[in-house]
């Protein structure tokens, strides 16, 4: 692929008060980005998309909402609904329950001026959720410190009126610093009233776009954003945050696990806002706080996706995995090469712990425009580099939580977010993280299989030694024959291959294709 590789440059803008509204927030110069788009406009016909499976616990309300591109409006309909399920036909929220166990095949259709479309939707009722890695948006690498429920709501405002909810992203995480004083009646962390005045009025409006909602703590005593944790020193629960820069682990106050433990306290006031998501968030991550958590989030009547964060320790990873949803793999990621790259090559350690309801976690994404709540900008990532980004993270199957303003987004980072056939990859059934089969110098490729029998190969080039051809051999995939090979970004085949297949791919950039049989 003959991607232009080109420097972003930094627009610097300053938040000055924390009740700041999104339409404060200054809008970066414009880059114009349109020459890197690879990715095909979606056409007026409508088109299905998203995950294919669900997965809900016996009893517990379902939240999914069916998705789909083409003119507005689109309306749905179902054949085969179990009984207790109801399929809104102009928003497309499926809601209800189900109390008995079992895999529930829906037939899902969409119907516009331009045309219809149908899809199989697995309804999977039974222990394991989050069957397809999450998809959505995190406050932290845009907002950090300086979130608000105004911004909140702004960005799932845009998710919507972008179009990227039709494409299947979902989640809308608030990260640190939400949180107020422990009370209210349930005596659970309540919300800073000035900066989320009402997070019930919020979750309500987010559902009604037919999005989540997710929420962040630690059980530690204090968060690493200096706010109330889920354990502190006296059986009040009051907090008092302490200024001292002292390492933070468990061992040492006040990064350190409290004598009294408030985690069921705070899980029913979730399930009072109806969160969907929660972001757990210390070092080490430990069985005892994990199990703790898992087992409340499991009895409290609501599925609520657990996922840990940060660095989990491998050594533990068997156990650990087995009570979480999605845990992090490293630290935190940054908009620039020298963090991304290592994340490429160096998860297959992690490999055999992934599948469907538990996924490794490499950390958020860092296209578009970020900031860690100062300096926001375009991302400081090449085109070439973001194409790498978005592949390796759809390839390797872990979760997708945009960590941009999507109040500023522009057609190029649209365009990277709204290809279907490459978040297709991310959201298979089968669950697979792709895994390096074959390095060639600093080159390398990646593959994995997909349900339907074809399979996701990237070809990357993370060398800085400029263009390098990067060859994929049938024998490092154990296949023979002639292949049918398509390029995902462009959504086209290239042609029928036998033996091999070769591409010249830019520095830093990836050739992402499929295979599949050739008849």
Sequence with gaps: MNFKTFNLIPCVLLLSVLTLKAQDVATPAPIDNTSFILTPKAGPQPHINGAKVFGVRPGRPIVYTVVATGIKPVKFSADNLPKGVKLDENTGILSGSISKAGTYTIVMHAKNQAGTDKRNFKLVVGEE??????????????????????????????????????????????????????????????????????????????????????????????????????????????????KENVPRNKKMMPYAIGKYDFTDQDVKQWLAWNIDYLKYDWSPNELPETKKMFDALHNSGRDIILSLSNSTPFASIAELSAVSNAWRTGGDIRDNWKSLKPRLFSQDKWEPYAKPGHWNDPDMMVVGVVGWGKNYHPSLLTADEQYTHVSAWCLMSVPLLLGNDLTKLDEFTISLLSNDEVLALNQDPLGKQATVISRQGEAGVMAKGLEDGSIAVGLFNPGDTGKQEVVLNWADLKIQGKYIVRDLWRQKDLGTFEGNFKADVNQHGVVLISLRKAK
């Design 129 to 242: 959720v989050s069957l397809t890695p999450p998809m959505g948006w995190n406050s932290w690498n845009i907002y950090a410190t300086k979130v608000t429920q105004d911004l909140l709501l702004a960005n799932a405002r845009a998710m919507v009126s972008s179009g990227l909810k039709d494409h299947g992203w979902s989640y809308m995480n608030i990260d640190d610093v939400w949180q107020g004083d422990r009370g209210g009646p349930l005596h659970a962390i309540q919300p800073n009233t000035v900066t989320f005045p009402d997070i019930k009025k919020a979750s309500d409006e987010i559902h009604a776009m037919g999005l989540k909602i997710g929420i962040y703590s630690t059980p530690w005593v204090e968060s690493y954003g200096h706010h109330v944790g889920g354990s502190a020193n006296n059986p009040e629960g009051t907090f008092e945050a302490v």
